[in-house]
């Protein structure tokens, strides 16, 4: 009697140097462990060793958007099916304890059992080039936003000449006059100290918001390019669209209905009934991101939209709050942004990325 196939899953516990790998069989049983280094040659090494036990079915991965990034492109380039691992929970490592080849172990373990079956974004196109301009965008605004309260704490403690000059003054203006002190080569007074100061930050909030106009020169051009039926919705714009494209990620076949993006969004309510009370709640989990983007979107339509504007006064009407009528806007509005990334993320027409 021939001897039974043996069909493999791996998990991988993913570190910023090295990867922990499990293997396990059709039965759940445990095949090995191994650690491998987090490079081209570790990547195509823990493959081989995960192939040496049999045909690989699929492997868990956690961190497929951090540590694990390079290690999912790896396996989905050889055609192997990864799964997104979520880390496990509190609870379960404080009774079983951690370490690496157990962690190893659970995300091989829960691909097994169904508990993960999440595709991995492939993070090879357009949109993995939007998130990464989307990273230096918010890190500028964060920067400059620090840098403005840091010209108004100085202000408001200089001495008074500069104080009165620049009290209840717009940061702009404040800048623009700052930017163009004379500093003194040497520091005699706090008064001198305090002009050097605002003038290295006048400089830098004028130097980050340069930076924050090309990177959205950069995003209006590559997300109208990348998704131009999304950006044409009503209520849509460059930030709520490439926000969108993000959570959806360069393969949003992964998201196997428009249901599963409005989960993935947090417009999803959840089912919270018990005995003889039937009602939902609130979704808190999804992307956050996702969801504020959804919002955005929908406080725009009541702003200018005719047809959500009755639609508001007709829930309001049978009952409905404010903020109930715009959850479930935020549903609809989810399905719509749904259908236009799928139709504009054409894989025939979507530009890969290389490197």
């Not at 958007?65 to 609870?91: M, S």
């Not at 050097?196 to 004028?206: G, S």
Request: charged content about 25%; aromatic content about 4%.
């Amino acid at each position: 009697m021939a001897d039974l196939e043996v069909l493999v899953t791996g998990g991988v516990d993913t570190h910023k140097d090295t990867h922990v790998a499990a293997a396990l069989d059709q039965l759940g049983r445990l095949l090995g462990t191994e650690a491998f280094p987090a490079t081209a040659a570790g990547y195509r090494s823990l493959l081989a060793w995960l192939g040496r036990f049999g045909r690989l079915v699929a492997v868990g991965v956690e961190g497929t958007g951090a540590w694990g990034a390079g290690l999912a492109r790896h396996l989905t380039a050889a055609d192997v099916e990864v799964i997104e691992v979520r880390r496990q929970n509190r609870q379960h490592r404080r009774r079983h304890g951690k370490s690496d080849p157990t962690d190893a172990i659970a995300a091989a373990r829960s691909v097994q059992s169904g508990e993960e079956h999440g595709a991995a974004k492939t993070a090879n196109g357009s949109v993995e080039s939007i998130r990464l301009l989307q990273v230096a965008r918010r890190s500028a605004l964060k920067a400059r936003s620090q840098a403005a309260n840091q010209i108004y704490s100085i202000v408001d403690t200089a001495p008074e000449e500069l104080r009165s000059r620049f009290h209840r003054v717009p940061v702009s203006q404040v800048v623009a006059v700052a930017a163009r002190f004379h500093r003194s080569p040497t520091i005699d007074t706090p008064h001198d100290a305090a002009k050097c100061a605002l003038w290295h930050l006048a400089r830098r909030w004028q130097n980050l918001s340069e930076e924050i106009t090309n990177l959205d020169r950069q995003l209006d051009e590559l997300t109208a390019a990348t998704a131009p039926t999304l950006v044409a919705l009503n209520g849509a714009g460059t930030q709520t669209a490439s926000v969108l494209l993000v959570a959806a990620g360069d393969n949003p076949d992964r998201l196997n209905s428009p249901a599963s993006f409005v989960a993935l969004c947090g417009a999803s309510p959840l089912d919270a009934s018990s005995g003889r009370q039937q009602r939902h709640r609130l979704n808190r989990g999804g992307d956050r991101q996702a969801n504020a983007a959804l919002y955005i979107i929908v406080i725009s339509r009541l702003r200018w939209h005719r047809s959500t504007q009755d639609y508001m006064a007709r829930r309001i009407a049978e009952g409905k709050t404010r903020k109930e009528v715009i959850r479930c806007l935020k549903l609809y509005v989810a399905r719509e942004v749904h259908q236009a990334i799928r139709q504009d993320l054409n894989p025939k027409r979507q530009p890969v990325i290389t490197g």
